[in-house]
């Protein structure tokens, strides 16, 4: 029985005895917001690791100095002002008064600086800063200073972007934990406490509103403005079946499901106490990464021959539907309908010839190496993927080890540099945000600098030399003529397999008002009658 056919036959059927949540009284009810994440919070590091879940409960419980509004413009945010010498070498940033952390100290400049140094090595964009960095100092309680060797005009963008890991600011002494390390200790400097003491993962989560947090004055727009929390307290649910989130928004178990399935929203708009609407107009990019450090993805004619052969039209009817509205197939890697997309080099993206494909894999040499693939079930876009995947490698003739387990498990074993037959892998499926591929800036998964790159460590030094051109670039004209470089470079050596472009839904109850759409849940505004 296919998915569509059991969703339809089960009627969707639930109780409330499915959650594990306590019944509230009606007062603490309209207090308590109930929201089914992506997936289950299994760590919560967000500096060690990308996973968007990790990344969304992180940002409602640390700031950043700048926060990206919904033009991409990064905006003051724990910043009070900034000065930048003539030169364009020195930056001096002084910190808004009264900023707390959720333990009742102050945030000191110190603290930023901690938090930063933690934070480069692990970013894109840091990396570069890092490398071109004179000094970062703290001067006083409430101001820092950064020299830089060259300017660096995105600085501020850099910290901050949405695109993970995004620089949050903790207490010196948890930011002085190794950046291979997870922290265990999570104190906030943001809108809300995260109650380590009801953390169940695979279960639930929980945040409280943090009385003392003083939101900036204006208006809230995605990580910039006023981070206003309406609600007492917010339970992350966790749901991996789509059928039972579905069942519990209906029935007002909870309160915003974060990614309903295609399928189901069609039921969910019937409901006339629920509201569906695309979660992010920018939408995503579906993907798989090969490990270039290992056999058989360290060989780029192997990679080639996958390219080759699959069909982006499959992924997208797996993962979204039949609704061509919501999916595209891509001709490249950066965010489509923006000025940044190019399709020059793309051919290979359409290509979906499987017969070439076999045809290059037996001429790259493969030797019949076990393809470890490894797939998260509770998440909808991963799954999908996964399973058109193992088909494509299998009607290709490779030996493929096909590991179904859960999104917590893929991020921690991602980032493994074992060989595969050491407990390492071969290949895994995700999706980055729109608006973390407009450009090169902050494009993690198209990074390609071998040892410092996003997992699967691609080591292109053409799509590099890209990536500086188009940061140097005088003009608009040479920032295209940068990206069709790295759009060709990337495309050529494979730095990973784009399966598609598509948008996905959220959904939430009508007495839920203040809901942004954007790249995360912004959880700040929202308020629940």
Known sequence: MDRRTFLASTGL???A?????????????????????????????????????????????????????????PQPQMVEGET??????????????????HDGAPVLAKDVVASITRWMPRDPMGQMILAIQDELVAVDDRNFRWKLKRPYPKLKYALGKSATPCCFIMPERIAATGNTTMITEYV???????????WVPGARSVFEKFARYVPREGTASWMAGPKRILVDRLEWVVMPDPATAAAALQNGEVDWWENPISDLVPLLRRNRNIAVDIADPLGNIGSFRMNHLHAPFNNKKVRQAVMTALSQEDYMRALVGDDTALWSVLGGYFTPGTSSYTEAGGEALKAKNIARGRQMLAESGYANEPVICLVAQDQPITKAQGDVTADLLRRLGMNVDFVATDWGTVGQ???????PAQGGWSMFHTWHAGADTVNPAAYNALRANGEGAWFGWPN??????????????????????????????????????????????????RN???????????FWGVAKS
């Open 188 to 198: 906030g400097s943001g809108p809300m406490v995260f109650k380590r003491d009801e």
């Open 17 to 73: 005895a499915l959650l594990s949540a306590p019944a509230l009284s009606q007062g603490a009810a309209a207090r308590t917001l109930r929201f089914v994440p992506q997936a289950n919070l299994a760590n919560f590091d967000p500096i060690w690791g990308t996973q968007y879940v990790v990344r969304n409960a992180a940002a409602a419980v640390w700031d950043t100095l700048y926060g990206i509004n919904d033009e991409l413009v």
């Open 460 to 509: 292109v030094p053409s799509v590099e030399a890209g990536v500086t051109e188009w940061f140097d670039a005088p003009n608009d004209g040479a920032e295209k003529l940068a990206l069709d470089k790295i759009n060709r470079e990337a495309v050529d050596n494979v730095v990973y397999a784009p399966t598609g472009f598509f948008k996905s839904y959220q959904a939430w109850r």
């Open 84 to 101: 930048l010498s003539a030169d364009s070498l020195t930056w001096n940033f002084r910190l808004r008064p009264g900023l707390l952390f």
């Open 512 to 522: 839920v008002t203040g809901i942004q759409k954007g790249p995360l849940p912004f």
């Open 13 to 15: 059927a639930t109780s």
């Open 413 to 419: 074993r991602r980032a493994m540099r074992n060989p």
